[in-house]
DNA sequence: AAACTCACTTAGTACTGACACA
DNA sequence: TGTGTCAGTACTAAGTGAGTTT
């Protein structure tokens, strides 16, 4: 029995987990869209073979959580693995250090700290050990449940199967399948290794249950008061005007403005409106109005829809303005601060009073959805934290500080009695995040402290050109190379004016693997003033280390490093590249040379480079001649076609051999068109490429997914893409990437 | 062990705003 | 200049499942 609920614990525990994984890997959605796209692909390919949707299934509950923790493992291991060589050789040293070194120092400090606070009382101590047994014994649980769990899933869509004919033959599959199963126990050790990894990353953050430490909001957003309607508009009853009070008048209104709706015809729906409208009313309304049939809300819903038109007219100052005014209030509520970051809130606002709509035939659908007051509502929010205030003249129903749930007000709605909650974005997505540090920075340049500052230049750096991070290196033991928060003055040149843009920075400095990079890039005046008073060998970044940069990207959001920088932005560039370079009517050949100029910005990003092949110009000579050679060829082609026209016209249309001709000689002009326009873009594809190196983005910074889903997309063949060791490496996105994936 | 509660999590739909097109 | 269309977003109803109560 207490193993059984310790599996449910460990369970429970997961899945929190990879929710928090989904929020921070932003692929909530990714995942989402891919779980019922792949039940889609499921149940029309209902002639799969057993084995391939057997495999499908496993595979989808396996790497449910590797879909998530992939991500974070590209994000926090493979650069390492790949790219980082030199400076892992020196972190080695350290090997916790895998953020740099503050992290590391901030995550012992941490450690101390709670060993600490646990040796403080005995029982904490003791239970400490349960709980990191707990923990293991959770793990073997959650595993072997998840087996099962799979197992059934895929016994129950087997038994699905059998009732259609197996339209593949067994025995090859059967290899195959094997095949498969081993690449899925590979895949799932790995997914195993990961869970540790991440299961240690966040046990670090939050122990048991809390969902944080610090949190503080400005309390949810009122919908604003109800404004009668004017004197001349009017209701009837029987015929003749009455002036409701303020509350019947509301719902009336709200009953009025939905008349267009084929809801308000619906029995059910007009009965319940009026039940409640009713019990609004006073009582002298109550005895008068007793038929809903006998109520004329004619001007009422004339104002509303004169109002809907006006709004729609408004000018385009008008709309900026209304634009801007909620701008405003986003910025007032809809953000909280979690921990030491700002988040975006999902649903700040209290939802408005008006009846309530179910889907399909709901039973309760007209009823009256009551106006929130703030009397209702229970505020959860840190202790130590500024307290929401409640609306003048009001007060809250509660303030509770239960770091336990995620929640940051809540309200009982009164229809179904369920309880409503303010919450967090719940796909508060990296790519948002991005956005909030993308604006932070640009903020941060004009700080009056100049480690602020320097930072917020850094990370431009680091976003725009995707330096490396930069860690201080031992002086003497590698080549000097260096990285963003380790430039030196020596490494740019500032010209006010160059090329006609002001203000232009010029790299130059030996980056990685002693990679030269060079580029040129118009900014801000800030970088004078770094320089001023320092000699060439000085730090350009004099008060910024890599640590701090981390600490500081750490706290928007958990986990991100620079690196983890360079690697988004990596991917993000494929993917909008990918959007931006494919056409859909191309051939393959256009398609491949799109794909790899968006692979090409990438490595022109991230700064990937190669001497050209030493063979490089011969192959272009050979490619050349070949072209020559097909130009030729078709030249001949298409004098052959007019001749075989000429012919056939002369002789008169009749003659079917002759049309034969003609037609065959049409085909062969067209396929060498086809040829030489594909050997012209490979030439293309093949000069871009003179200096670049696409292999280092390609197996270490891009999410495969986006390379699969674009080939699902557009129908290109993989194989042209990733070569056989490349489809080896990405066999789990090959396998679970479906088309509509989104980075 | 059924029913209920709570805290999310998913998802359908209405609205918006950008854009192409006539 | 209006209009249809499409994608993205906001809103909130509906579903889920662990935990608790009856």
Request: include cysteine; proline fraction near 3%; aromatic fraction near 8%.
């Amino acid at each position: 029995m207490g193993r059984e609920k310790q599996s449910k614990g460990g369970e429970e525990k997961s899945s929190h987990k990879s929710s928090k994984l989904k929020k921070l890997s932003g692929h909530e959605n990714a995942e989402a869209g891919g779980d019922t796209s792949s039940t889609n692909s499921s149940n029309s390919h209902e002639k799969i073979e057993n084995g391939k949707l057997l495999k499908k299934l496993q595979l989808k509950n396996k790497t449910r959580l590797l879909q998530h923790t992939k991500k974070l493992k590209k994000l926090l291991s493979d650069e390492d693995d790949a790219l980082e060589g030199p400076s892992t050789s020196q972190r080695k040293l350290d090997p916790e250090d895998d953020d740099g070194d503050f992290i590391s120092k901030k995550k012992g400090q941490k450690r101390k700290r709670i060993k600490e606070e646990q040796t403080e009382c005995s029982t904490n101590a003791s239970s400490r050990s349960k709980k990191t047994k707990k923990l293991n014994d959770d793990d073997d649980d959650y595993n072997s449940s998840q087996k099962t769990k799979s197992k059934k899933k895929t016994e129950k869509s087997v038994k699905k199967e059998e009732n259609e004919p197996l339209q593949v033959s067994k025995k090859p599959k059967r290899t195959k399948e094997e095949i498969q199963e081993a690449k899925l126990l590979k895949i799932k050790k790995k997914e195993e290794e990961e869970q540790n990894r991440w299961r240690w990353w966040e046990e670090e953050k939050y122990e048991d249950g809390v969902k944080w430490k610090f949190l503080e909001h400005k309390g949810p957003y009122f919908p604003p008061e109800y404004q009668p309607v004017p004197d001349d508009v009017h209701f009837y009853y029987d015929g003749k005007a009455v002036k409701l009070s303020l509350a019947a008048e509301e719902v009336a209104l709200f009953f009025a403005q939905m008349l267009d709706h084929e809801y308000t015809t619906k029995d059910v729906f007009r009965e319940n409106f009026f039940k409640d409208w009713r019990k609004e009313m006073t009582s002298e309304e109550r005895s008068l109005i007793n038929d809903l049939n006998k109520c004329d809300f004619g001007e009422m819903h004339a104002m509303h829809k004169a109002k809907v038109e006006a709004r729609k007219n408004m000018t385009k100052e008008e709309k900026q303005t209304l634009k801007e005014a909620n701008q405003k209030i986003v910025e007032e509520f809809g953000y909280c601060l979690l921990d030491h970051h700002k988040e975006r809130i999902g649903n700040f606002k209290i939802e408005p009073p008006g009846l309530f709509r179910g889907r399909g035939e709901h039973p309760k659908q007209g009823m009256l959805k009551k106006r929130i007051q703030p009397e209702d509502v229970i505020i959860n929010c840190a202790k130590d934290s500024h307290i929401p205030v409640p609306p003048v003249g009001h007060r809250w129903k509660e303030v509770r500080h239960d770091n336990t749930v995620t929640w940051l007000a809540s309200w009982t709605e009164n229809i179904q009695g369920s309880i409503k909650y303010i919450m967090l974005n719940a796909n508060s997505k990296l790519k948002t995040c991005v956005d909030d540090i993308r604006y932070q920075y640009n903020q941060d340049l004009k700080s009056k402290q100049m480690s602020t500052r320097q930072r917020a230049v850094a990370l431009y750096f680091i976003d725009k050109l995707a330096l490396r991070a930069g860690n201080e290196k031992e002086e003497g033991e590698t080549a000097d190379t260096v990285g963003c928060c380790s430039l030196r003055v020596e490494h740019i040149t500032l010209h006010d004016q160059l090329e006609g843009d002001e203000c232009v920075v010029e790299f130059d400095f030996l980056g990685k693997d002693s990679i030269r990079y060079y580029n040129k890039v118009p900014v801000f005046k800030n970088l004078k003033l770094f320089m001023e008073n320092k000699e060439s060998e000085d730090d350009l970044f004099d008060r910024l280390n890599t640590s701090m940069l981390n600490k500081h990207l750490s706290s928007l959001m958990p986990g991100l490093t620079a690196k983890v920088f360079r690697t988004y932005n990596a991917s993000i560039t494929l993917q909008q590249q990918l959007k931006e370079l494919t056409n859909k009517g191309d051939n393959v050949a256009e398609m491949i040379l799109s794909y790899n100029r968006a692979n090409r910005a990438v490595a022109i990003l991230c700064n990937h480079q190669r001497a050209p092949p030493k063979t490089f110009e011969q192959s272009m000579a050979n490619l050349q001649a070949k072209i020559d050679a097909r130009k030729e060829q078709l030249a001949l082609a298409k004098s052959e076609l007019k001749q075989a026209k000429k012919e056939a016209k002369s002789k008169g249309s009749s003659d079917p051999k002759l049309q034969t001709m003609v037609e065959r000689k049409k085909t062969a002009v067209k396929r060498c068109e086809d040829q030489l326009l594909k050997m012209e873009l490979q030439a293309t594809d093949r000069e871009e490429n003179k200096q670049i190196a696409l292999g280092t983005s390609k197996l270490n910074y891009l999410d495969p997914r986006i390379s699969v889903a674009w080939c699902k997309k557009y129908g290109v063949p993989l194989e042209k893409i990733y070569n056989k060791s490349q489809r080896d490496k990405f066999a789990w996105a090959i396998d679970m990437t479906e088309e509509d994936f989104e980075f």
